[in-house]
C-alpha cells in the first residue's frame, strides 16, 4: 500500500492540521460573532432606548410649549375677567395668529364662547369632557387626537383660567392641528426602515407613519386577542401604557423587528420607535462572511504547512521501511544512513548500535545453546534414577497404610458400641430428670390440696358457728312475733267491749231524743271504729299464724343443714387433710429413691464418656498415623509426578534448544 493512502503518515498529518485550523477558526469565529452579536444588541438597545427618551422629551417639550402660550393668553386681564365682550376679540385675534383650529372660553357651568362670537353649553358629565373638568380643577390638560368636521386631526389643550387670588374661574381650551406633530414624529427616523409612533393611555394609536391606522383608531392590544400574531407586539405596547421605559422584539410579518419606548412627560401618550431587526444586525452578517473567509485563507496555509512537515517525514520514513524489510530477510549486516540531525538521524543512529549489539548476543546464544543442550541430558538420566527409588518408597507407605486402617475400623467398632450405651445413659439420666420433676409437682400439689383443704375447712367452720348465732337470733324474733300475737288478742277484746259500749249509747241517745242525735252519730262511728279494729285483727292474727309455721319450717332446715355440717362435712374435711399429709410423705420417700437412682446413673455416664475420650485419643493417634502416611505417599508421588514434568522438561529444553540453534543459523552475522 503507497505512502499516499488514507493510511499513509502524510495523509493523515495534513488531514489533523487542517481539522485542527478548521476547528480553531470556527470557535474563534463563533466566539467573534456571538459576542459582536451581543455588544451591538447592548449598544443598540441603550442608544434606540435615549432616542426614544430624548424623542419624547421633545415632543413633551412641544406640548408644553403650546400649554405655554395657552397659560399667557389666560393670564390676560381680558380673559380673567369672564367678559365675553372682552374675551371674544382676543380669543379672535390669538387664534388667527397662532394658526388655531379653535379658541373657546368656558366658565364654571359649562358655558362656552368661541372666537367666532357662537356660545355653547358643554356637557361636563361626558367622558369626552374629562380634560375639561381636569382644567377646572387646576390642572393644565392636553387631550387627543379628535378629528373635526373638516376632518382634519387636532388635539384639545385646557388650561385654568385663575382670578387675582388665584382662583379657578374658568377654563381656556383650543383645538391645535397635528400637522407640526406628524412632521416632527415622521422626522424622527431610525436607520432605512425605523419609525417613530405614538400610543395614548388606551393603546389606541395617536401619531403613525400609516395614517389608516390614526384614522381607524388602531389598538393592538384589543387586536391581539383575536390576532395571536400580534401578541408579542401588544404585551411591549402594555408595558408602553404602564409608564414604563425598555426595548424588545416582535413579529410583524415574517420580519422580526425591535422596539425601544418610553412615556411622554406631563401627557397620557406613550412613544415607540422600531426598526427592523436584519437592518441593526447587518454589519454582524458582514462580519460573519469576513470570519469565514479568513478561515478558508487559514485552512490554504495550514494545508500548505502540512505539505511541507510531510514531506520532511517522508524520506526517513522512506529509509527507515527499507531498513525494517532488511531485518525481516535476517540481514543484521544492513545498516541505515540518514543525514538529517534531528530525532529521525538519533533513530537511525541507535537503531545501527542496536543491530551490533544483537549480532554479538546471538553469538552468545549460540554458544550457551550448546552448553545447555548436553547439561539438559544429563539431567534427564539423573532423574530417571531417581524415579525408581522413589517407586519403593511409595510401595513401602502404602503398606503401612492398609494396617493403620484395619486397626481403625476395629477401633471404630468398639467406639460405636460405646456411643450407644451412651445414648442409652443419656435417655435414662433424661427419664430419671423427668421424674424428679413429677414428683416436685406432685408434692407441690399435694402441699396446695393440704393448704386449700384447710382453709376451705376455716371458712365453713366460721360459717357454721355465725349461722348457729344467727339461727338463735332468729328463734329469739320468733317470740316477739308470738307476743304480737297475743297483744292482738287482747286488742280483738278490747273492740268487742267497745262495741257493747258503741251498742248501750245508741241506745241511750234513742232515748233522749233530739237532744240525743249528735251523740247518736258519735255512737255509731265508734261502733264502725270497733268493727274495722276487730277485722284488722284477725288479719294481723292469720299473718302471724302463717309468719311462725314459715319460721318452724326455717328453723328446722337451719338445724338440720348445722348438725350435717357438724357431723358429715367437717369430718370429711379431717380425712381429706390426712390422706394429704400421706400424699405429701410418699412424694417425699420416692423423691428419695430417685435421687439415689440419679446419683448411679450419673455415675455410669461419668465413666462411660471417659471410656470415649480414651477411645477418642486412641483414634485421633491412628489418624494422625494415617494421615502422615497418606502425606509421605502423597508426597513421593507428587515428587514423582515432579521429577516426571522436569525430565519432560528437560527433553522440552533440549529440543528447544536444538531448535534455537537452527534459527540462529538463519541470522547473517
Known amino acids: 500500500m503507497g505512502l499516499l493512502s488514507f493510511n499513509s503518515v502524510v495523509v493523515k498529518i495534513i ?3 487542517a481539522l485542527l485550523v478548521v476547528l480553531i477558526c470556527g470557535v474563534l469565529g463563533v466566539i467573534a460573532c456571538y459576542s459582536s452579536y451581543k455588544t ?4 443598540i438597545d441603550s442608544s434606540l432606548q435615549d432616542k426614544a427618551v430624548e424623542s419624547s422629551k421633545l415632543i413633551a417639550s412641544m406640548l408644553n410649549q403650546e400649554a405655554k402660550v395657552m397659560i399667557e393668553i389666560a393670564n390676560r386681564e381680558e380673559i380673567k375677567s369672564m367678559n365675553p365682550l372682552s374675551q371674544i376679540p382676543v380669543l379672535e385675534e390669538r387664534a388667527k395668529a397662532l394658526n388655531y383650529a379653535s379658541l373657546s372660553v368656558m366658565n364654571l357651568k359649562g358655558l362656552t364662547y368661541i372666537q367666532s362670537g357662537e356660545k355653547t353649553q358643554m356637557n361636563l358629565e361626558s367622558n369626552d369632557s374629562k380634560y375639561l373638568r381636569n382644567a377646572l380643577n387646576g390642572n393644565t390638560e392636553i387631550e387627543g387626537p379628535y378629528f373635526n368636521v373638516n376632518g382634519e386631526q387636532i388635539i384639545a389643550v385646557a388650561v385654568p383660567i385663575k382670578d387675582n387670588s388665584s382662583k379657578v374661574v374658568g377654563v381656556l381650551f383650543s383645538n391645535i392641528s397635528m400637522e407640526n406633530l406628524n412632521k416632527l414624529v415622521q422626522s424622527m427616523k431610525v436607520g432605512k426602515s425605523g419609525y417613530c409612533f405614538i400610543i395614548n393611555e388606551q393603546g389606541t394609536k395617536v401619531v403613525h407613519k400609516n395614517l389608516t391606522l390614526v384614522l381607524n383608531g388602531d389598538n393592538t392590544i384589543k387586536n391581539a386577542k383575536k390576532d395571536k400574531s400580534l401578541t408579542s407586539l401588544a404585551e411591549l405596547e402594555g408595558n408602553m401604557i404602564k409608564g414604563k421605559s425598555g426595548s424588545g422584539y416582535y413579529k410583524e410579518g415574517t420580519k422580526d423587528m425591535f422596539m425601544a419606548y418610553s412615556p411622554i412627560p406631563n401627557s397620557h401618550w406613550y412613544l415607540g420607535i422600531t426598526i427592523d431587526k436584519k437592518e441593526i444586525f447587518n454589519e454582524v452578517q458582514v462580519l460573519k462572511y469576513k470570519i469565514i473567509f479568513i478561515t478558508v485563507i487559514f485552512i490554504v496555509v495550514g494545508l500548505l504547512m502540512a505539505l511541507l ?9 522512506f529509509k527507515i521501511r527499507e531498513y525494517a524489510l532488511e531485518l525481516s530477510k535476517f540481514n543484521l549486516n544492513y545498516s541505515i544512513q540518514i543525514e538529517q540531525k534531528d530525532e529521525f538521524g538519533d533513530t537511525a543512529s541507535a537503531l545501527n548500535y542496536a543491530m551490533e ?9 549460540k554458544k550457551e545453546s550448546r552448553q545447555t543442550l548436553k547439561v539438559t541430558n544429563s539431567v534427564n538420566e539423573m532423574f530417571e534414577k531417581s524415579n525408581k527409588e522413589l517407586n519403593l518408597v511409595c510401595d513401602k507407605s502404602s503398606e503401612i497404610c492398609s494396617n493403620i486402617s484395619q486397626t481403625l475400623y476395629s477401633i471404630e467398632g468398639v467406639d460405636e458400641k460405646i456411643s450407644k450405651v451412651k445414648d442409652k445413659i443419656r435417655g435414662i439420666v433424661r427419664e430419671v430428670n423427668g421424674g424428679m420433676i413429677l414428683i416436685e409437682s406432685i408434692k407441690e400439689k399435694a402441699a396446695n390440696i393440704k393448704k386449700d383443704t384447710e382453709e376451705s375447712k376455716r371458712n365453713l367452720e366460721d360459717y357454721y358457728i355465725k349461722s348457729s ?4 337470733k332468729s328463734l329469739e324474733a320468733v317470740k316477739v312475733v308470738s307476743t304480737i300475737s297475743k297483744v292482738a288478742e287482747k286488742i280483738k277484746h278490747i273492740s268487742k267491749n267497745i262495741n257493747l259500749l258503741a251498742l248501750n249509747a245508741r241506745i241511750e241517745s234513742v232515748k ?9 252519730v258519735v255512737a255509731e262511728e265508734v261502733g264502725k271504729l270497733a268493727v274495722q279494729s276487730s277485722d284488722m285483727v284477725n288479719t294481723i292474727q292469720d299473718n302471724v299464724k302463717d309468719i311462725l309455721l314459715s319460721v318452724v319450717e326455717l328453723s328446722d332446715s337451719a338445724e338440720g343443714m348445722l348438725k350435717m355440717i357438724e357431723n358429715n362435712i367437717l369430718s370429711d374435711y379431717e380425712k381429706v387433710i390426712d390422706i394429704s399429709n400421706e400424699y405429701e410423705e410418699d412424694g417425699r420417700k420416692f423423691e428419695s429413691v430417685i435421687q439415689i437412682f440419679s446419683e448411679l446413673t450419673e455415675n455410669v455416664n461419668s465413666s462411660s464418656v ?6 477418642d485419643s486412641i483414634v485421633d493417634s491412628a489418624n494422625q498415623c494415617t494421615e502422615t502416611s497418606i502425606n509421605i505417599s502423597d508426597n513421593i508421588e507428587k515428587i514423582e509426578s515432579e521429577n516426571k514434568s522436569i525430565a519432560m522438561f528437560t527433553v522440552e529444553n533440549a529440543s528447544k534448544a536444538s531448535n534455537l540453534l537452527h534459527i540462529l543459523k538463519k541470522f547473517n552475522t
Open 15 to 17: 488531514a489533523q492540521i
Open 40 to 43: 451591538m444588541e447592548k449598544s
Open 309 to 317: 512537515i510531510a514531506r520532511g517525514i517522508k524520506k526517513p520514513l
Open 357 to 365: 549489539d544483537i549480532k554479538n548476543i546471538i553469538e552468545g546464544i
Open 469 to 472: 348465732e344467727k339461727l338463735k
Open 512 to 520: 233522749a231524743g233530739e237532744y240525743g242525735k249528735g251523740f247518736m
Open 610 to 615: 471417659e471410656i470415649s475420650e480414651i477411645m
